[in-house]
């Protein structure tokens, strides 16, 4: 038998690792600053770059595509190499992806930060942005499967089959919910309009989590723990159960972000079906991995590495108990909109996500540096103030969910709402005050973290490259009798690849097909027209000032949100919203019925003075709407794409539009100035006027159904 010797490169592991640490002090910082917005609207400092409805999803994507893709990069890059026995298979290819992705993290704060969005959630960033992300992932896959092709062990160990799924799924999730047609250089509309895209958006937003969040760090868990306990992991067929299933059903779960919307009830049934399966095969691996200790706790006890892993292990299982629960139509109709969904993601994300990353750095760094850990007492400090972090930020918002639900459907004994939106919101801000001191412990936390591994890589010597031998792969195999029939696909990565592909495709392809093809899932209304040039514009406004972040536009069918907003929301409203912005968060209220509610003098001095407007509001002011100018120059391409994308804009319109624009611009400006307010007419807030005040004005033609308590 041939022995062959080759060096592991711990060079890329370490660059990763590093960006892990970093992306997450400012993904996290940002998130700080944010959730203080919510309490402290003085806190939006007046700056465009700096408002709530900008650095959102600055802090999303961070702490996400940043903090734990870096961390998901670092767990592959050191793993991979060792379960396979040989190198990464091109260090150019690793070079590469590492730098690439960093310039894409750095490209996304900066276009987010000026405005450029989609204004889909978790994939916000525009067409050139989403084009490199593919080039990116291809390069990463292409050096990963290199590897696995190269390998000198036969069988693929669990977590690779995680990897595998996770790449692959990612790639198909990313192409699909991108489609988009670009208008300029920074600007696209999506493929899908209204319910369309509201489905494809929340297939990829739940699997985002699914399998970025999720799969990947179960990958990491099936590697790391075993090696930090020293033990072997629990049940191997245990890991083959938690596999299949969890990737074939988590791919239909997505319409749980949906229920009481206006998407067909057949896919909102689906999602929630599928959604409480998925609690099976998720309790399956947090088990395997809990199980994974036995024998092990005197050394959980002492060692902080398996204190994060247990605590996130455990934290999975909280967060994918709390899934299933949450797609119950009876509890969704608490949850969604409110803060329970964000301290429901945070568990996850600060429990699951955060504290497997730092175990793993804790783990790794000693290894990469032939040192021990500078300080177990920092480290276990850490572990101390993570954990009263999530505890801090998770209740509060639990608390907030329920007081503002019962509050919002609150009804006098002469049938009239009791409260208004705004002292929902005023009675909730304590709690926000609560969750940023909690996301603020976290957050030291990890700074503490990071000066516990700069001082242990100081105190060692970096092992750039690490000597091993293994024998080479036998070109002829002869399964052993006893073999179990799953080891087939695990010597066979390509089969593994494109089983992944079709498992996962599945779902998709039920839930989307019918919903595309068959018209009288989403029915025209026929008062419903296409925007006109100036509410476009002001829609893309809406869009770029983030206002999707804290409104919602879609009514749901409960006694309580028909009195508050205006009869519920139908299918056949949205067909020309391209994308559609029913959002997932109500820090505001909802807009669906918005148009003509106000008059334009109101708008104006809620742009620009909110409390004036609404006494005790915490929304951030837009004084910049008042100076910058609407973008003129933009409306014939705009108007063109719409048009490609299905909007019934009559031919040639392109060349008329502007005139058009401009007559409705003049008209606000006088009104306005009849109202003592002087503005140019070619203004943003006039343009944002002008959509304001278009919402739920056609859907008013059509005739109330009985609204459901």
């Given at each position: 038998m041939q022995i062959q010797q080759f060096q592991y490169d711990n060079r890329i592991p370490k660059?990763?690792?590093?960006?892990?640490?970093?992306?997450?002090?400012?993904?996290?910082?940002?998130?700080?600053?944010?959730?203080?917005?919510?309490?402290?609207?003085?806190?939006?400092?007046?700056?465009?770059?700096?408002?709530?409805?900008?650095?959102?999803?600055?802090?999303?994507?961070?702490?996400?595509?940043?903090?734990?893709g870096n961390g998901i990069f670092t767990a592959v890059y050191y793993s991979m190499p060792r379960l396979l026995k040989t190198p990464m298979w091109s260090n150019l290819l690793s070079k590469i992806h590492f730098w690439g992705w960093q310039l894409i993290i750095l490209a996304a704060a900066l276009t987010l930060a000026m405005g450029y969005t989609t204004a889909k959630e978790y994939a916000e960033l525009e067409w050139p942005i989403d084009i490199a992300i593919t080039l990116?992932?291809?390069?990463?896959g292409i050096n990963m499967f290199g590897t696995i092709l190269t390998r000198r062990e036969r069988h693929l160990y669990v977590a690779i089959w995680f990897f595998i799924a996770s790449w692959v799924t990612v790639a198909m999730l990313h192409i699909v919910n991108s489609f988009e047609l670009p208008v300029s250089f920074m600007k696209s509309y999506s493929w899908y309009a209204g319910v369309q895209d509201a489905l494809v958006q929340w297939w990829y937003g739940h699997n985002a989590v699914a399998f970025f969040l999720t799969t990947p760090y179960l990958g990491l868990m099936y590697y790391f723990l075993p090696k930090a306990a020293g033990r072997p992991v629990y049940s191997y067929k245990l890991s083959i159960v938690h596999f299949w299933s969890l990737i074939f059903l988590y791919i239909w779960a997505g319409p749980h972000h949906l229920l009481y919307t206006a998407l067909p009830e057949w896919a909102q049934s689906l999602?929630?079906?599928?959604?409480?399966?998925?609690?099976?095969?998720?309790?399956?691996?947090?088990?395997?991995?809990?199980?994974?200790?036995?024998g092990a706790w005197d050394k959980v006890r002492e060692d902080p590495v398996l204190k994060f892993f247990v605590v996130a292990?455990?934290?999975?299982?909280?967060?994918?108990?709390?899934g299933p629960t949450l797609s119950l139509k009876n509890v969704n109709a608490i949850s969604h909109y409110s803060d329970w969904t964000v301290a429901h993601v945070h568990i996850g994300a600060l429990g699951w996500n955060g504290f497997m990353t730092f175990g793993m750095m804790y783990w790794l760094f000693p290894r990469l540096f032939d040192t021990k850990l500078y300080s177990?007492?920092?480290?276990?400090?850490?572990?101390?103030?993570?954990?009263?972090?999530?505890?801090?930020?998770?209740?509060?918002?639990?608390?907030?969910?329920?007081?503002?639900?019962f509050m919002m459907k609150a009804f006098t004994p002469e049938g009239q709402l009791q409260y208004q939106f705004i002292d929902v919101v005023q009675t909730v801000v304590p709690f926000y005050v609560l969750r940023a001191i909690g996301g603020t412990i976290y957050l030291a936390g990890v700074f503490l973290m990071a000066y516990n591994l700069i001082k242990t890589a100081k105190a060692g010597r970096f092992v750039a490259t690490e000597t091993a031998e293994a024998p080479a792969l036998e070109k002829v195999y002869v399964a052993p009798a006893k073999a179990h029939w799953h080891s087939f696909f695990e010597r066979k990565p390509i089969l593994l690849l494109v089983l992944s592909l079709i498992v996962v495709g599945i779902g998709g392809l039920v839930e989307m097909v019918p919903t595309f093809l068959v018209k009288t899932n989403v029915p025209t209304i026929s008062s419903v027209k296409p925007y006109t040039p100036l509410e476009l514009q002001g829609r893309d406004i809406y869009i770029?000032?983030?206002?999707?972040?804290?409104?919602s536009q879609m009514i749901r069918p409960f006694r309580y949100e028909v009195a508050r907003y205006g009869d519920y929301s139908k299918a056949g409203e949205f067909v020309y919203d391209h994308p559609f912005q029913w959002g997932s968060k109500r820090t505001g209220p909802d807009l669906a019925r918005l148009g003509g509610k106000y008059p334009d003098s109101w708008h104006f001095n809620h742009m620009l003075e909110p409390e004036s407007m609404s006494p005790g509001s915490i929304m951030p002011k837009y004084p910049w709407l008042f100076e910058k100018n609407?973008?003129?120059?933009?409306?014939?391409?705009?108007?063109?794409?719409?048009?490609?994308?299905?909007?019934?804009?009559p031919e040639g319109y392109e060349a008329i539009a502007d005139q058009d624009l401009k007559q409705q611009a003049e008209k606000i400006a006088a009104g306005l100035k009849d109202q003592k307010i002087n503005i140019p007419s070619d203004k943003q807030i006039v343009a944002l006027i002008a959509y304001l005040q278009r919402l739920g004005k056609d859907a008013r033609a059509v005739s109330k159904p009985v609204s459901q308590n």
């Open positions: 660059l990763f690792a590093v960006a892990t640490i970093f992306w997450g002090a400012v993904g996290m910082l940002v998130g700080v600053l944010a959730a203080f917005q919510l309490a402290f609207p003085v806190l939006n400092f007046g700056i465009e770059f700096t408002s709530f409805g900008r650095i959102r999803p600055i802090h999303t994507n961070a702490v996400i595509f940043a903090f734990v990116v992932w291809v390069v990463f999602g929630t079906t599928f959604s409480i399966m998925l609690l099976l095969p998720s309790w399956g691996g947090m088990l395997n991995g809990l199980f994974t200790l036995r292990v455990t934290c999975y299982g909280m967060a994918t108990f709390e177990k007492k920092l480290a276990s400090t850490h572990f101390w103030m993570g954990t009263l972090g999530i505890v801090l930020y998770a209740i509060p918002m639990y608390w907030a969910a329920f007081r503002s639900y770029s000032e983030g206002c999707y972040n804290c409104h609407i973008d003129v120059a933009s409306t014939r391409s705009k108007i063109h794409a719409m048009r490609q994308l299905g909007v019934p804009y």
